[in-house]
């Protein structure tokens, strides 16, 4: 699928999906607001640079104005720009809640740190009321050349 392809599917989902009660959750706060550059427009440039592993606003931004500027020619300066994205910060988690429908739940998976917290200093390690053996046990650090507790 060609950028051209990708830009319009894109589009036309985030407008199905406004159109469908997203847009319940943009913040309004004036009716004279300047709609030439729409809500959908915003979003979609926005998921679009996400998509083209754009992590940036201004690098989004940036490449719309240089790349897209064809397909959206009221794009607005970089901070009206960022002040519509912002206010629309909370259509994001109502629109992933569309995009991915709740399935069968993932297995948990844990991360462990292995970073030693030193908890008493080497001279009190053994008179440390810290913690005891049971919760945390003594190790050396080679590199710093000195024990831990914790």
Not at 101 to 108: A, I, K, N, V, W
Request: glycine content about 6%; hydrophobic content about 40%.
């Amino acid at each position: 699928m060609d950028w051209q392809t990708r830009l319009i599917t894109l589009y036309l989902s985030v407008c199905e999906h406004f159109a469908q009660g997203l847009w319940i959750h943009a913040q309004r706060f004036a009716p004279h607001a300047d709609l030439g550059f729409t809500d959908e427009e915003v979003v979609t440039i926005y998921l679009a640079g996400i998509l083209d592993k754009k992590r940036e606003i201004q690098t989004i931004h940036g490449h719309a104005r240089d790349y897209w500027a064809d397909w959206f020619p009221r794009l607005p300066c970089y901070g009206a720009y960022v002040r519509r994205l912002n206010r629309l910060a909370e259509v994001f988690p109502a629109l992933l809640e569309r995009l991915c429908p709740e399935g069968p739940s993932p297995t948990r998976v844990g991360l462990v740190d292995s970073q030693p917290v030193i908890l008493a200093q080497q001279s009190r390690r053994f008179k440390a009321k810290v913690a005891r053996q049971e919760l945390a046990n003594s190790g050396y650090c080679p590199t710093k050349s000195f024990t831990t507790t914790g």
